[in-house]
Each structure stands twice: as C-alpha cells, then as structure tokens.
C-alpha cells in the first residue's frame, strides 16, 4: 500500500518557523521513487539541521548507491529545528523524509550517520516524533530498524540501548548486504520476527547487534567482559573496507541544496585513509589503509558531478589531499581544463609539510585566492612530537615566509589544547609561533598587512586512537590554559593586533568525551538530556553544559562512576575498553606500542613510503595501501557548447 505523504499537513505549519525552505525538498538530482514498486525502503538520516546534513558526502553516497538498485528506495531526513518539532507535537505531524515526505516510521530501515557524538539527543528526537520506541528493546517488527554509522558508530555503547545494530566503516556495499538480508527475510514471511531479521544481520559479522551482547561490570566500575548471548554471533565485530574507490564513483550527480548550507560547492573525495599516524586523529586511524582514487577517475567525477549541478568549485576532499600521490597533475589538469569557466578548487586544509606555491597557484587560478589553513595542532616542538605531528616550527615559518612572499596576506593555524602531557608552557609557545609568522610576513611581503589566526580546540581522546588510554584535561584547566594564551597574544603589543584568537572552551569537550569513550551506561544519561530538553548539542545556542551535568550526576551515581571516571581518568593496559569487541583492525598492543611512544616522545614515520610498522589492519583485514602514481594526464575537455 502507497504511504501517505504529510506534506500537506506538514505545509500548513511551515510559514510558522524559521528557514521553511529546508523541509521542502525537491533539490536537483534528488530522487522518489514509487513506495510499491520497492520492497526495501530505507530512510537515511543525517542527525542534524539540513545546512549541516546535505552536504555529508557518507549520506549522499549511500542515498545514490541505494537509489541505484531496483526495488530500493532511499528518502533523506534531518533533524528538525525546535520550532517546527513543537508544532509537529501540537499537530500529530510525524518525523518525515524530504524526498517524498513520507514518515520515518514506515520505512525498512532508519540509517542515521554520526559524524560526531553530540547529535545522539537529535537521535532520540527523531525516533520519538516518528513513533519509534526509543528503546530497540521495545520495538515490534513493525518498526524500522534502527542503523548507526559513520566514525561515532566506532564506539556505538552510549547509544546502544536505542539502536538495533551498528556499521562500522565504508557504507557502500554494507548497505547492499543490509538490503539484501532484509529482502529474504521479507519474502519468506518475516520468519521469527525482528530478533530473527537481527540475528541473520549480526551473523554476517560485519553487523553490530548490541542487544546479542551482555557487558558485565567489575565492581570498581570497569567492565569485565562483553560476551555474546546468542549462538552463532561472532564474539569481535569487523569494520568493513572498500578497497578499488575507482569502482564507487559516488556521488556521480551530487544534490544542490535549496537553502545555504556549510559547503556551496561539489565535492570529490580523492582517497579515503591516512598513515600519517597523527595519534589524536580517530578518522587517520580507523579509516586506514590509503586507497586513492586515480587521476581519470577523479576527473571523471568532476566532469560529470559539475554538469549534473551547475557548481563553480570542486572541493577535493580527503583526510590530508596534498598527500595524493598525484594531487599537483590532478589540480594543473583540473585548472586547465576548467580556466575558461573559472571553476574553482579548493582542499580543506593543507599539512604544513605537504604545501607547495605551485601546488597553491594552481588551486588559486580560477578562483578567488583567500585565506590559507595550515593545522600544526600542537604548539611546542616537544609536543608534536608526543602526537607525532612531524612538523617543526621552521618547517612552518619557511612554508607561510613562502605564502607571505607570494602574495598571500591571511594564514590560519589550527591548533588543540589539552594534548597527553601538555604544559602551560607548550600552549604560550603557541603565541610565539604566531608572532614569528606575523614577522616573518611583514619581512618577506614589505607589509605591514599580515594576518594570522590562531584558532584552538580541545583535545578529546577518542576510540581506536594511541590516546584512548590517555586522561583527558577538565574543562577548568582547559579554560585557564587558553586564559595565560589569549594574555599573552593580547599583551604582545607590536604583533598582537595582527593575530586573530579563536577558541572554544572546555565544557562541550567533557561532553564530547564523555559520550566518546561512554560504555552503555552513560545511554541513561543520554536519554535525561533528550527528556530534559536536549536538542542540537553541536550547536553554541543549544547546548547546556549544566543539563549534561545535572543528567549525569542523577543517571550514573547509580553505577559508582561519574563524569570524571569517563574523561580525566587514565586507563591501563588491562582494562577491557568499551569498544574491544569492535575490530577497526587496529591491533591493540600496536596502539599500546604507540601510546608508549607518545609518552616517550618517539615519533613514527608515514608507513606508505617507509616498511610497515604492522599496525594490523594490512593485510590481516584483507586489505592493502593503494597509492599511484599512474603517470597519466588530465586533458582538457575539447569539446563545449
């Protein structure tokens, strides 16, 4: 039977709440497809506002590759603004897709991706607006089933209690498998029932099924063991990798917004993983090994994700893109080909040691040249050492006095607080790099128009990292840190005005990393905030430090622990990880190796051009480094309209 659409009803209150345009949908190159013509339905969700969710590469993929295949429909749906949810509430109106404004409750399969763990409340919200039990437990197999993905999904626990089975790794034919274990289970009659569909999920063992687990306690609060309760379940759960990108050209017609949203451009992700071995960096280490898209296939998506949109830049994404192994012939072969119709280029950011002016040039000679980002991360040579960021302070003054002299005006460097073994004294070095820049500038450029901003985050150990054993500095000590850092840049006066002071305080990084490193009870804390009134908590003017507080203080007294237990608490070797059940391939006495490394201040080479230092994951997860070069060219489109 068709599903009723609520936009008619939906339509009625939108002229009531802010940006109306972001619930319409109809975006170019979207796609609905006749409900009865399919007999999977899955709703993929972004768990946060539309500007923020459609341009996710990881939603828009899988929104293609599952659109792609007879008999499957994939919807999108975000998550709405506090506005339009109370109004929902009032009216009856339920969580709905922007594709066909169908209800999220009457679909196959809710996916929803976590590209950080502050938008589990959204979760909640959307799961209670589409009449989905919040517990998985109580589900009947008329709802969907709930899918977490994306790299939060490496540690699933804190929301363990609301999914039905998590994903770890590259989504592409995951979502395949899923469908296709979904489609028997339908045509046979729905044998067993929802338990029956989720054992056959996690018997493929590349699908988490918490509920098939039972975690046991020690009485100190540690865990003990997590252990399967059904026959047949494996007892570690693997990440699943693509390895040839050339074979998933997606997106090939990427989706135009209709309202603003974070990123107005095309996007073309040039190779996924990273072996630089920066030891704070969750996505280098779970995404590992490099595999590169080629030089054709790249400029094949370009050709054809620009004629699809009408977009004037191409973002090249990856985890660090001047690492590819051909990035300076795919930006000249891309500026060539497209200089008459001035599409720009663009990377997110540049490592100081990866920079080059041709480099540069090239990504600056059909667009505008603003702005250059160079992400040092810590602020003392003894520091980078210790998360083996292999970049010292000359290699950067040389790299900005070569910007600077070039004619580049603005730098930006991104820096963290609250790095394992950190000192006051390693966060002021900070404002010494940037009086050195700032001189160096005026010295090579003849001006005194030289800008450098230093913009600071903090530091949150995460899963699968050498720091998941690290403590985690409070939120106090982070905050009187960047206090003495903003004194002594302040107090500078020949270059203090030139330098730009960006920060964040410590409180949103408790919480990140409370829920980062949380084991399944920190989901009652979860649910206090979402109950409370929790919404949007990546969000300045949503989040409330105190709510979480107040929520956690209540839901884990119970349990002997609290929020200093989970975040400035070093752990040791022997104690069972919340995520140890989870293989991202990463050998765990490898990361202990390294983390002892950090400690030491001994640091490791990329292990693309240097012998393998076994981290695991190649070629025990079948897996292998995939870098050119293929020493072909990008040649410019002969013929135009």
């Known amino acids: 039977m068709p599903v009723e659409s609520v936009f008619p009803r939906l339509e ?41 969710g459609l341009p996710n590469q990881g939603v828009m993929i899988l929104y293609e590759v599952l659109n792609e295949r007879d008999g499957v429909l994939a919807e999108r749906t975000y998550s709405v603004w506090p506005d339009l949810e109370e109004l929902m509430r009032e009216h009856g109106v339920p969580q709905f897709t922007v594709d066909g404004h169908r209800p999220v409750g009457a679909f196959d399969v809710l996916g929803v991706s976590f590209s950080t763990e502050l938008g589990y409340t959204n979760l909640l919200t959307a799961l209670d607006l589409s009449g989905i039990p919040l517990s998985a437990a109580d589900r009947t197999e008329d709802h969907p089933i709930v899918v977490a993905g994306g790299h939060a999904a490496f540690n699933p626990e804190p929301i363990a209690e609301f999914i039905d089975c998590a994903v770890l790794g590259d989504g592409e034919q995951a979502v395949i498998d899923i469908t ?60 699943h990798t693509v390895m040839d990108l050339d074979s998933w050209p997606y997106p090939k017609k990427p989706l135009v917004p209709l309202a603003e949203t974070v990123h107005e451009r095309m996007s073309v992700e040039i190779f996924r993983g990273c072996t630089r071995g920066c030891r704070f960096c969750q996505a280098g280490m779970i995404t590992r090994p490099v595999r590169e898209r080629s030089i054709t296939g790249i400029g094949d998506m370009v050709e054809r994700g620009l004629a699809a949109t009408g977009f004037e830049e191409v973002g090249l994404l990856s985890l660090s893109s001047a690492d590819h192994s051909e990035i300076a012939d795919i930006a000249g072969g891309l500026a060539d080909r497209y200089e008459a119709d001035k599409i720009g280029l663009s990377l997110p950011s540049t490592r100081v040691d990866a920079f080059n002016i041709d480099l540069a040039n090239e990504l600056t000679r059909n667009g505008r040249r603003s702005g250059l980002t160079f992400a040092p991360e810590g602020g003392s040579e003894r520091i980078r050492k210790v998360i083996n960021k292999m970049v010292s302070e000359d290699d950067l003054i040389r790299t900005v006095a070569t910007a600077y002299g070039n004619g580049w005006r603005q730098v930006k460097l991104y820096f963290m607080c609250g ?52 403590p985690q500095l409070s939120a106090e000590e982070t905050d009187a840190r960047l206090a003495k850092l903003r004194d002594r840049i302040r107090g500078d006066k020949r270059y203090g005005r030139s330098i730009g002071f960006r920060y964040h305080d410590g409180k949103p990084g408790i919480v990140e990393g409370l829920l980062s490193r949380g084991d399944r009870r920190v989901g009652a804390v ?116």
């Open 180 to 239: 296709e274990v979904v489609r028997a289970w339908k045509a046979e009659g729905r044998p067993d029932g929802r338990t029956g569909l989720l054992l056959r999920l996690a018997r493929t063992g590349g699908v988490y099924v918490p509920g098939f687990y039972d975690v046991e306690y020690l009485p100190d609060g540690r865990i003990g063991r997590v252990v399967p309760n059904r026959s047949g379940v494996p007892w570690r759960v693997s990440k």
């Open 526 to 641: 979860v649910r206090a905030v979402y109950e409370a009134g929790g919404r949007f908590d990546g969000w300045r003017e949503y989040f409330s430090y105190d709510q979480w507080m107040k929520a956690a203080e209540g839901a884990l007294a119970p349990f002997g622990v609290d929020v200093d237990w989970y975040t400035t608490r070093e752990r040791s070797y022997e104690e069972v990880l919340p995520w140890d059940h989870l293989d991202s391939g990463l050998d765990k006495d490898w990361l202990w190796d390294d983390w002892q490394d950090a400690l030491d201040e001994t640091e490791v080479e990329d292990c693309r051009w240097t012998p393998c230092f076994d981290c695991g994951v190649c070629p025990a997860m079948g897996t292998g480094i995939e870098i050119g070069p293929t020493g072909r060219k990008l040649l410019p489109l002969s013929v135009k309209q």
């Open 12 to 52: 009625a209150l939108l002229p009531h709440v802010q940006k109306p345009i972001q619930y319409v949908g109809g975006e170019l190159n979207s796609t609905v497809k006749e409900w009865d013509a399919c007999d999977v339905r899955w709703a993929l969700m972004y768990p946060d506002a539309y500007e923020v």
């Open 419 to 470: 790095l394992p073994t950190e000192t006051d004294e390693d966060v002021l070095q900070i404002a010494d790099m940037a009086v050195k820049v700032i001189a160096k500038g005026r010295e090579v450029s003849g001006s005194n128009d030289i800008r450098c901003t230093v913009s600071i985050g903090g530091f949150v150990p995460k899963p699968h990292t050498p720091f998941q054993w690290a």
